[in-house]
């Protein structure tokens, strides 16, 4: 009966501390994308200079990242992330 008692409780302990890493792997996950959505626009912005042979983007249907998608450089809009005419990137919600 003892020994019952203390596999239940080192299971316990385990599964704590699966939970607890679980966690830690989840939010270097989130920060990880974000900084990868950063990179992305940065990069498309580049190819638009290089593309386009211009220094400033000029805005489609009120959006920088509009004009990307039009010039097929990005697929969809950043929700963390913000492009400006000059290609700079700025945040808009906290990663």
Request: proline share 0%; net charge negative.
């Given at each position: 009966m003892i020994e019952l008692l203390?596999?239940?409780?080192i299971l316990g302990?385990?599964?704590?501390?699966?939970?607890?890493?679980?966690a830690g792997i989840t939010d270097n996950g989130q920060e990880s994308a974000c900084d990868a959505d950063r990179r992305v626009l940065a990069t498309a912005?580049?190819?638009?200079?290089?593309?386009?042979?211009?220094?400033?983007i000029?805005?489609?249907d009120g959006s920088?990242?509009?004009?990307?998608?039009?010039?097929?450089l990005l697929r969809s809009d950043?929700?963390?992330?913000?492009?400006?005419?000059?290609g700079s990137v700025v945040a808009v919600t906290p990663c």
């Open positions: 203390i596999v239940i409780v302990v385990l599964a704590t501390v699966v939970v607890f890493s679980v912005a580049e190819a638009y200079f290089a593309n386009y042979t211009t220094d400033m000029t805005a489609t920088i990242e509009n004009t990307l998608i039009a010039a097929q950043s929700a963390y992330w913000d492009l400006q005419a000059d």
